[in-house]
């Protein structure tokens, strides 16, 4: 028997469970970490060829700096805060079981700290972006234009 991947196990599971605050928690979560895993890949991949292949290092870091992959990092800051955020609940739920009867209320405080501590930085992170493509602009090219190597 082949096993599935963990995203289509993800997808196949939120689906079938028809769960309230526990369910959109668990998919967040598992949603979230899959995104920092696989950042984690490409900068362990990106971070390998600054040493071994200096070429594809410089030239995947101007890839890195097109606004569609500057977007993409606000939305990877978002799963990690998020991932981190839900994971200090699970623990402290897992630590005492018998605050799993709030659930709903402990959910409910890990978006409001998510949202209070997202948005600032995606602002900040935003105004980065927007200031490298008026450089670009400034220069006559496009931040929408995907670097060549």
């Known amino acids: 028997m082949q096993s599935e991947s963990s995203l289509i196990l993800t997808l196949r599971e939120s689906i079938r469970y028809r769960g309230l605050w526990g369910h959109w928690s668990w998919l967040a979560h598992r949603l979230s970490g899959l995104a920092v895993l696989l950042f984690l890949v490409i900068h362990v991949w990106d971070t390998a060829n600054a040493t071994f292949w200096p070429e594809a290092y410089s030239y995947t870091v101007e890839i890195f700096k097109w606004f569609p992959f500057s977007v993409g990092e606000i939305g ?74």
Request: positive net charge; aromatic residues 16%.
């Open 76 to 149: 990877l800051m978002a799963a990690v805060l998020y991932h981190a955020f839900n994971g200090i609940r699970i623990t402290l739920l897992d630590f005492k079981p018998d605050w799993w009867r709030y659930q709903r209320q402990s959910a409910v405080v890990v978006w409001v700290l998510f949202t209070i501590v997202f948005i600032p930085i995606a602002i900040f992170m935003l105004t980065r972006t927007i200031g490298h493509c008026t450089e670009l602009a400034v220069a006559g090219l496009s931040c929408f234009t995907f670097p060549t190597p």
